[in-house]
């Protein structure tokens, strides 16, 4: 089950409304990987052939462009080759790398994501939970 966040700066009023995790269709690999690019799905594939027995998940993170600073949510992608788990992310449209938050780091403090209009850091609702 996924969840709806609300991020809000108190500084400038902005508001970021997200869903993140995972909805009970996340479980089929053809269904998944039509949230990757071309390129995120040829590395999935090749991490997937590599192991014997691949494990993997599909969710969805918010993330910080590290470039541009904007706040999205991106698809993640974890597979786990013979031991090691690989990430996948979509990267962003400008070409830059994200930082990702993790549901549980953003509702207990443990990360922080700063406003990308003021650079204060916002608060976090979990406003609900979809499927």
Request: proline share 2%; net charge negative; hydrophobic share 30%.
């Amino acid at each position: 089950m996924g969840q709806r966040i609300l991020l809000k700066c108190n500084n400038c009023d902005n508001r970021l409304s997200f869903e993140t995790g995972q909805g009970i269709m996340d479980n089929d690999l053809d269904r998944v990987l039509a949230y990757y690019d071309d390129k995120s799905q040829t590395d999935i594939r090749r991490a997937l052939e590599s192991s014997d027995k691949p494990l993997w998940s599909h969710t969805r993170m918010v993330a910080m462009c590290l470039i541009n600073r904007k706040v999205d949510v991106v698809p993640v992608f974890t597979v786990n080759v013979n031991g090691e788990d690989q990430v996948v992310t979509v990267g962003c449209r400008c070409g830059g790398n994200h930082e990702l938050y993790a549901d549980e780091e953003l509702e207990s403090g443990v990360k922080r994501v700063k406003c990308p209009k003021c650079g204060h850091e916002m608060t976090v609702n979990v406003t609900g939970y979809w499927d």
